[in-house]
């Protein structure tokens, strides 16, 4: 075997990001610590990739040495980053379920304002996906039954903080409660 020849890795993904339409950062996930190892650098690569795929019509390019595959929707635009020999068909298939994942949980809402609302279920699906850079799943319907989220749910209403706090109270009253007990037993005995 030459000594030049690659070795096949887990480690395909290097990069995932979504921009709004103006290629401004709303989610980036990094995993080679080498690549763009500052937060400038990583930004002046996304604002490249950006130019040059927000007027093309094409699903992958290739820039500074590295594999892109991208897709747009209303106001946004997602990107998978692999190295140049990486296989254009596995990014796809994570780009795919990063989009399809989204595309259910967002209730075929997939835009800038809906997406920043649920950003929690969002790290969530990206995190189901790919792992360090190694991919852990590519089928949407097990992404979203992983992550079993729900963007109907919205943890933070008046309702929800008032019924969790009366079962937090709930909680500590009867903990309280058995405290004195226990102490009053001890005191008896």
Not at 61 to 90: C, H, P
Not at 131 to 149: A, F, H, M, R, T
Request: aromatic share 8%.
């Amino acid at each position: 075997m030459e000594s030049g020849a690659l070795q096949p890795s887990l480690y395909t993904v290097k990069a995932i990001f979504i921009l709004d339409n103006d290629g401004n950062r709303l989610l980036s996930k990094y995993y080679d610590p080498e690549l763009y190892p500052s937060m400038k650098e990583q930004k002046n690569f996304e604002k490249n990739v950006f130019n040059k795929t927000h007027k093309a019509d094409n699903e992958i390019t290739f820039l500074e040495g590295m594999t892109i595959v991208y897709k747009s929707s209303i106001d946004l635009f997602f990107y998978v980053v692999g190295s140049a020999q990486e296989n254009e068909l596995m990014l796809m298939a994570v780009l795919n379920c990063l989009f399809e994942s989204l595309n259910q949980i967002l209730r075929k809402n997939v835009e800038r304002r809906c997406l920043l609302d649920n950003m929690d279920g969002v790290f969530l699906v990206v995190d189901e996906i790919v792992d360090g850079g190694v991919i852990l799943e590519s089928d949407p319907q097990q992404v979203v039954e992983k992550v079993n989220y729900k963007a109907d749910d919205n943890p933070l209403s008046e309702q929800s903080v008032a019924q969790h706090i009366t079962e937090k109270l709930a909680l500590t009253t009867n903990v309280l409660q058995s405290a004195k007990e226990q102490i009053k037993w001890s005191i008896l005995k």
